[in-house]
């Protein structure tokens, strides 16, 4: 039952995570558990498991239960008498951070579970306390801050009494995440402060209720929070940092990426550079300066044409007028995989003129900016989605303008509007689908935050209604894989400093809603300037994010696989 996928790029990888342990806000929670988990088969029925001491009713048992297979143990916490409870103790070295994972089967659970980490052998309190129930067809998660229970949320789908469920904590001193079923539930709700934790602890709720009869096995204790591998793309010159990357395959396998190197996230001067790599991420070139223009080539985007030309988009923006504008979104080209570029052809809006009275955002209304790459159609036609406001109405709508000659010219007269309204429709995202029909995925300013989707079924020209997902994306991106199905990542605006998640849409013609609460988390730098991830598929169940640190000037790629991401 134990885990046991390895990676053959770890002795390859530099781990940027070690470097930023003691800077990381929250713990990443969501990479494969790195220790030895302990199976139970060896140990001997009847008897309490070596090294871990018990309350109760508690021992080693046959558990060939719920597709487990023959001949296998877990522990058996069993709470049948009003005059006391079962519990499990299991000590560990005392460290800063911790990192646990169980698989649990409850054959009876009137009552519920609580896992705890202790800060000393004898303490059975817990710096961090969790309480897990089942409700309904779900299970409840609740934390305990010293004199209460905090519900957390809810796991949903997950019937504990007919199948095995995982449950994974990883916890500092300050944070930790309780995943149940790979729900994620961060949280700073802790049961008492302490720098160290040296046990685990399972019980049943309490001395008064009984109605448990838990299994507990593949059980792992680890001292640090693992990371999914990483590698160092590229870094800043001290005084800037790196921004908005986007990463594209070459036809001959080479992965690109473009960026912005700039001081600041906005109201400074940038430059565009590129970096290259020829072996699926794991080294990368120096970098190349693509465009340095006098004012700020804001959010490149790279796409490759089906002849293998290389375009690249970006908006530009001036900060040395009073109110600052923004001038239009242009596009380049390359036929030498970047080496050299073309002269930039302005990508036309009917919004832009930077005409109007100052808007919502402090500059002129009128004007038009692009957050994703331009897409090809199977005619040929090339369609770049935009976002901005007219110069009378300052309400932000996302719209498509087309090209037929390949990007040279663009057809603003049919330009497209995808969304406007009461909340603003940002960054909108085309990919197109194996069938012809066209996605358009847009960021909102709604409350709560939601992901919009649009879809066009005639090359463009005609999208429905945008309508909300459950997906509180923001700054996101979305790569069609080999099989069909798609990786979508985005920085969370509900997890601290918005790091970036993934979630893989299996169909992505039908809904996208219930993957948000089993969201996988890619990475975080610690820092609230992040997000902005840009993937690509290495090969068939093996990814690559980009991701970036503002704080160290680095642009991190980040490699998952098909089995990091929640079915």
Not at 47 to 68: F, K
Not at 294 to 309: A, I
Not at 433 to 455: D, F, K, N, V
């Amino acid at each position: 039952m134990a885990d046991k996928r390895s990676r053959g790029l770890a002795a390859l990888i530099v781990i940027l995570f070690v470097a930023l342990a003691g800077s990381v806000a929250s713990p990443a929670v969501a990479a494969p558990f790195v220790g030895t988990t302990r199976a139970f088969d060896g140990e001997p029925t009847g008897s309490a498991p070596s090294g871990c001491t018990t309350t109760g009713v508690v021992s080693v048992e046959a558990a060939s239960l719920a597709g487990a297979p023959s001949g296998n143990r877990a522990v058996k916490l069993v709470d049948a008498t009003t005059t006391g409870y079962p519990q499990l103790v299991c000590p560990h070295p005392a460290s800063a951070a911790k990192s646990v994972t169980m698989r649990l089967l409850a054959t009876q659970m009137d009552i519920g579970v609580v896992v705890a980490l202790g800060t000393s052998p004898t303490d059975t309190t817990g710096l961090w306390r969790f309480y897990i129930v089942r409700s309904g067809a779900d299970i409840a998660v609740s934390a305990y801050n010293g004199s209460s229970w905090v519900a957390l949320g809810t796991a949903p789908g997950v019937n504990p009494t007919t199948r095995w469920f995982e449950v994974r904590l990883d916890a500092n001193a300050t944070n930790a995440t309780i995943e149940v079923d790979r729900a994620r539930f961060p949280t700073t709700v802790r049961a008492s402060a302490a720098s160290t934790m040296q046990t685990l602890i399972i019980n049943s709720a309490g001395t008064a209720p009984t109605g448990l009869q838990l299994f507990v096995d593949d059980l792992g204790i680890a001292s640090t929070i693992p990371a999914f591998s990483t590698v160092v793309a590229a870094t800043a010159p001290v005084g800037l940092g790196i921004r908005f990357p986007s990463a594209v395959t070459m036809p001959d396998g080479t992965i690109l990426v473009a960026y912005n190197e700039m001081a600041a996230h906005s109201g400074v001067n940038s430059v565009i550079k590129l970096v290259k790599s020829s072996d699926d991420g794991l080294t990368w070139s120096t970098p190349s300066v693509v465009i340095d223009p006098v004012h700020d080539p804001r959010g490149p985007n790279l796409t490759v044409l089906s002849d293998g030309t290389l375009l690249m988009t970006y908006f530009y923006a001036r900060w040395d007028t009073t109110p600052y504008t923004i001038l239009d979104t242009y596009t380049i080209r390359s036929s030498d995989a970047g080496a050299t570029w073309s002269s930039p052809v302005v990508v036309g809006s009917q919004m832009t003129c930077a005409c109007g009275p100052a808007g919502p955002g402090g500059y002129p209304m009128g004007w038009a900016a692009q957050k994703a790459p331009i897409v090809e159609l199977a005619s040929g036609d090339l369609l770049s989605p935009l976002y901005g406001t007219t110069s009378t109405d300052g309400r932000e709508r996302a719209t498509v303008v087309r090209s037929t000659d390949g990007g040279l010219t663009w057809d603003t007269a049919n330009e497209v509007t995808l969304g406007v309204g009461s909340i603003a429709y940002q960054e909108p995202y085309l990919t197109v689908l194996g069938t012809g029909e066209i996605i358009a995925t847009i960021r909102t300013t709604s409350i709560p935050r939601r992901m919009y989707i649009s879809r066009s079924f005639d090359d463009g020209y005609t999208w429905t209604t945008p309508v909300a997902t459950d997906i509180p994306a923001e700054s996101h991106s979305q790569t069609l894989l080999s099989d069909g199905s798609m990786l979508f990542t985005y920085g969370s605006p509900y997890r601290t400093n918005r790091p970036t998640e993934g979630v893989i849409i299996d169909d992505p013609t039908g809904s996208w809603d219930g993957r948000a609460s089993r969201s996988t988390l890619i990475y975080d730098s610690g820092h609230w300037d992040q997000g902005n991830p840009t993937s690509v598929e290495i090969a068939p169940g093996e990814y690559l994010t980009i991701g970036y640190s503002s704080i160290y000037r680095t642009m991190s790629a980040v490699f998952t696989s098909r089995d990091d991401y929640a079915g």
